[in-house]
């Protein structure tokens, strides 16, 4: 018998079973994250030939690091962090390498070194990563995590054996063959304790035997994301404020390089802008693709179809929005992160060209003969709707093996800095032109690709 393991993810808010289990959680976050620093200062410093620093990256003396911290976290812990790190660098070296290879197109921004955790200001960012076999689950009425401590966090606590903690909510994998490198940190935006387990399970594990419907996503600026199901669920993510914000920070980049002197090419407020302006983005292409991920599986889509921005941008768009564009959205991260959220669910992702449905009429199926104002497209044969809505459809229609269900009243979404929340009244398809709409990202020059609404 073949079994097929998918790997999968448990998210999981955790709660310590009293104050000291607290501190000593904190304690053992913040000691990881001081490691951490510390491995990382040892391999930037090398890797900005730094004077007295000997080497590259991968002569910093780790293994000093590891000696000094393995009473607080236990050896494995260490360890882990500090590979953890390497990985960083790994993965910033293979980065570096694509950007500076004119064949490859996808990475568009100058990778950064990997950074540290937290800063002066605000102190550590309480983060820690665990061994698969130095920590264990019960999923149960009472669900619990225990995980490995050093001895000296024992001592100073007067602690015995693991660290317990409670996990509040459900698992979507509780049966699972093996379990991964655990995550834990502190989530400061509503002050909770998270854990991610990545685990594999059996293919006959999947809970949603019974999804089989399909969704379609239109990709662009002004609405980031437009979907539509086979159920008849329509679903838009308003994106114009978070985008105005992103060229804002990107103008202001602009401008501090230009008052750059001779033979200098960044600054430490220009890196610190390019960092605040993409973990913004990340952070709302994160929440959005849970957030979307997790309607969708309670739709029972099985398999999400996305157009390929790519082949779009060449053809229709100005160069200059193209870029702009290309770089907010940095498509191949964000449809991977779909990719990876989907994956938990057992949902599949679909790359597909998408040419030409965001200007087609689903009424009497003309491209050439529509136009699009704004959020809105007309054709002379009288229809009139949402553009990126109706792309999203025409998309779905071809792709799609089942029929496609009537649609109910679109849902939209905003973004306010820590969650996509439902707008009270969703006028998306009804009322388009009350929307603002960004005038510098919209075309006037009638028919226009999806992308860039
Ligand atoms: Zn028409």
């Known amino acids: 018998m073949i079994v097929w393991l998918m790997k999968r993810t448990n998210t999981f808010a955790v709660r310590p079973l009293s104050d000291t289990g607290e501190q000593l959680l904190r ?57 953890k790190n390497s990985e960083a660098w790994r993965g910033f070296f293979r980065l570096k390498e694509q950007y500076h290879d004119d064949s490859n197109t996808s990475v ?29 689950v019960e999923w149960s009425k009472r669900s619990r995590l225990e995980i490995l401590v050093g001895s000296e966090l024992k001592d100073r606590y007067d602690h015995t054996g693991r660290l317990r903690l409670e996990i509040s909510g459900d698992p979507n994998w509780p049966e699972y063959e093996t379990q991964g490198r655990l995550d834990l940190w502190y989530d400061e935006t509503d002050s909770t304790f998270r854990a991610s387990q990545p685990v594999t399970v059996s293919d006959d594990a999947r809970d949603t035997p019974l999804a089989d419907e399909t969704a379609a996503l239109d990709i662009g600026a002004n609405n980031l994301v437009a979907c539509t199901t086979t159920t008849g669920q329509q679903y838009l993510y308003d994106g114009r404020e978070l985008f105005q914000r992103f060229r804002e920070t990107t103008r202001e980049i602009a401008r501090l390089q230009s008052k750059l002197e001779d033979g200098q ?4 407020r220009i890196r610190r802008l390019y960092r605040k ?32 921005l790519t082949d779009v941008l060449e053809t229709h768009w100005s160069v200059d929005t193209n870029a702009k564009t290309h770089n907010f959205w940095a498509f191949k991260q964000f449809t991977e992160r779909l990719s990876c959220t989907a994956e938990e669910y057992g949902i599949s992702v679909e790359v597909r060209s998408e040419a030409w449905t965001s200007q087609e009429c689903p009424q009497c199926g003309s491209t050439d003969r529509t136009t699009r104002h704004q959020d809105t497209l007309t054709c002379p044969c009288g229809f009139d709707g949402h553009a990126d809505l109706t792309a ?26 820590h969650n996509w ?14 929307q603002r709409t960004d ?6 020059d009638g028919n226009l690709a999806s992308g860039d609404s």
């Open 277 to 308: 302006r993409t973990r913004r983005r990340d952070h709302a292409q994160e929440a959005l693709c849970r957030d979307l991920v997790e309607r969708l599986y309670e739709d029972g889509v099985d398999t999400v179809y996305i157009g390929g």
């Open 27 to 83: 304690d053992l976050l913040d000691a990881s994250a001081a490691l951490w620093n510390e491995v990382n200062y040892q391999r930037l410093m090398r890797y900005n030939d730094a004077d007295g620093f000997e080497g590259d990256v991968w002569d910093a003396d780790t293994g000093r690091l590891e000696g000094q911290y393995k009473g607080m976290l236990g050896t494995s812990t260490a360890q882990q962090v500090i590979r």
């Open 421 to 434: 929340s439902e707008l009270p009244c969703s006028p998306a398809r009804d009322s388009p032109k009350e």
């Open 439 to 444: 005038p510098s990202t919209v075309h006037h």
């Open 265 to 268: 090419y960044s600054s430490k």
């Open 392 to 417: 999203s459809e025409t998309f779905l229609k071809r792709h799609a093996d089942q029929t496609v269900r009537p649609m109910a009243r679109p849902v939209r979404f905003e973004w306010d800095d």
């Open 108 to 136: 568009t921004e100058h990778p950064e070194p990997p950074g540290f955790r937290g800063n002066e200001e605000e102190g550590r960012q309480l983060k820690t990563v665990i061994r698969n076999d130095a920590y264990t």
